[in-house]
């Protein structure tokens, strides 16, 4: 395979999975949490200290809302599509580099085959296709990992191998604190271990590294702490932030034991090769010590995992997804691990690799076919050019497997197939995923009852809402800049004349319009949270 066509392939790939329908579907998870604190930093020109409906929001470092911030800024558009934007194009990025920096050593086959991977992991399509922290924060490590591989395989001097990486773990720390220095530690120790140089994390110029990431983050830390009117209740909020990893809870518990299926999960399609390589490989015997640099980085990719796996599994707070920073040297192990299974074993996993993805391809289509049926007799309309061009995409997926059966291996016959899949897939899905946005039809609904109104309407958003309701901030986003947002520091606009927030906080609400006459209430229900709405107008007395 020439490198331009590995390179064509990772486009396309990329593109099909992560830029299809990237703007449609309804916020999730977190993304409120993200998306908001930009806009308002755009809107107040206040960039050091995040706010959520205008009261200071300090549980992340502010890198994701920078990023989204200058998304906006740059396409104009404050839409789904922009701000989910930065984190499909920083994979991308991660994509094209792990595949230049690896090609020369692995070649140029086995090195897009860890690109790849990266691009079609179960739960890197999840995470990264949201406005989230995980697709920048993942891409920075990845960067520090595979600078710091090129520079200590090629032997470079330590003031160079001991610096570089820091500086994309530096600015790592502005997306999600310090953290990752655990899963750096246990990424660097297996490797040198395996080299039979540890001691050179005592090198000096580590800790010249270590000073050039503190240098990064930290002078956020002060200027935070030097523009939040209180502190030590920002001090306060990170030290939660971590502690709550520690927590034993009921829910942490209940959850724990799942954990290590969950791991294997998010991993997949490629838990399988993984699983099948060390199976095969469990009788060898293994290699003399010490290893050569890029054999050590190979066996040290791989306990790197292990080790990380373990490490999580023992916080009761930690979650699957934390592994997710460790996945460029999981990609890189099970590459190298697959590609040791010689002969018979692998020719046979070759085989049963292809017929799985001929039966998934004519499968998916039946299921296709069927789902749009049903969803023709449930009154839903398909979107009949990209139905149709989807499934076209998805029988040339199966034709060329028919044609080229076994030859091009399977760490380019998945991911073909899962790019197909996973375009097909969500093309087919977008009518019911419609019947489904809440918090659109939600946004739209209360703007009906301002429809008289041309100004003064604010969302009441207190400490409760913000915090425990994390899911109806996404109501916020689509309200828009009709509305303006508050919690319970401020005091209401003077020309407030459409107040409204969740029913539990009606007395705030209704104390912080005592200047105002209530003129009407209105009652409207968004996704199980009962809304309290006044209409107000000046006093005359």
Not at 255 to 278: C, K, Q, R, Y
Not at 525 to 539: P, Q, T
Request: hydrophobic share 50%; net charge positive; glycine share 6%.
């Amino acid at each position: 395979m020439k490198s331009l066509h590995a390179i064509s392939l990772i486009l396309v790939i990329w593109a099909a999975i992560y830029l299809t329908h990237l703007g449609e579907r309804e916020l999730r998870g977190e993304e409120a949490r993200r998306i908001i604190p930009a806009q308002e930093m755009i809107q107040t020109d206040q960039w050091v200290v995040p706010t959520l409906a205008g009261e200071t929001y300090g549980n992340k470092p502010p890198l994701i809302n920078w990023v989204i911030a200058a998304s906006f800024l740059i396409t104009g558009s404050e839409s789904e599509f922009a701000a989910r934007l930065p984190s499909v194009l920083s994979l991308l990025i991660l994509s094209l580099t792990t595949f230049f920096v690896l090609r020369k050593e692995l070649g140029v086959k086995k090195s897009v085959s860890v690109s790849l991977i990266l691009l079609t992991a179960g739960s890197m399509i999840e995470k990264c296709r949201m406005a989230e922290i995980e697709a920048i924060f993942i891409t920075l490590f990845g960067f520090a990992c595979l600078s710091w591989i090129a520079l200590w395989t090629a032997k470079k001097s330590p003031w160079l191998i001991w610096t570089i990486p820091y500086l994309f773990i530096g600015i790592a720390c502005l997306a999600k604190g310090p953290v990752h220095l655990i899963f750096w530690i246990l990424f660097l120790i297996p490797v040198l271990k395996s080299a039979g140089g540890l001691r050179q994390v005592f090198h000096p110029a580590h800790l010249l590294g270590l000073i050039i990431m503190a240098s990064i983050a930290l002078p956020w830390v002060f200027a935070n702490l030097n523009a939040v009117e209180k502190p030590d209740e920002s001090l306060d909020n990170w030290i939660n932030e971590l502690a709550k990893r520690t927590e034993v809870s009921k829910a942490a518990l209940q959850g724990w034991a799942t954990h290590p299926l969950e791991i294997l999960i998010n991993f997949l399609p490629w838990t399988v090769p993984l699983v099948f390589s060390l199976w095969c490989l469990r009788k060898e015997d293994p290699p003399p010590r010490p290893l050569s640099r890029w054999d050590a980085v190979y066996h040290g990719a791989f306990w790197s995992i292990v080790l990380t796996a373990i490490a999580l599994l023992c916080i009761p707070g930690g979650l699957p997804r934390y592994i997710l920073p460790l996945y460029v040297p999981a990609s890189i192990a099970v590459v190298v691990l697959y590609f040791r299974v010689k002969g018979a074993p692998r020719e046979a996993y070759e085989r049963f690799a292809y017929k799985f993805l001929v039966g998934g391809a004519i499968t998916l289509a039946v299921v296709i076919v069927s789902g749009t049926a049903f969803a023709i007799s449930s009154q839903l309309t398909p979107l009949w050019p990209l139905l149709i061009f989807s499934l076209l995409v998805l029988g040339g997926c199966l034709a060329w497997l028919l044609r080229v059966k076994t030859q091009p291996g399977v760490f380019i016959s998945t991911p073909i197939f899962v790019a197909a899949a996973y375009f097909t897939i969500i093309n087919a899905s977008i009518p019911f995923e419609r019947t489904r946005y809440e918090f659109r039809d939600g946004a739209a609904e209360i703007i009906a009852l301002t429809n008289e109104l041309d100004s003064g309407l604010v969302f009441y958003a207190d400490s409760d809402y913000r915090n425990a309701f994390p899911k109806h901030l996404r109501l916020l986003y689509y309200l828009g800049d009709k509305f303006t947002y508050q919690g319970e520091s401020k005091k209401l606009p003077a020309d407030t004349s459409f107040l409204i927030g969740r029913e539990g906080s009606l007395p705030a609400m209704r104390e912080l319009a005592s200047a105002y006459r209530v003129e009407k209430t209105a009652t409207v229900k968004v996704e199980e949270m009962k809304l309290e709405a006044l209409y107000l107008s000046a006093r005359e007395d």
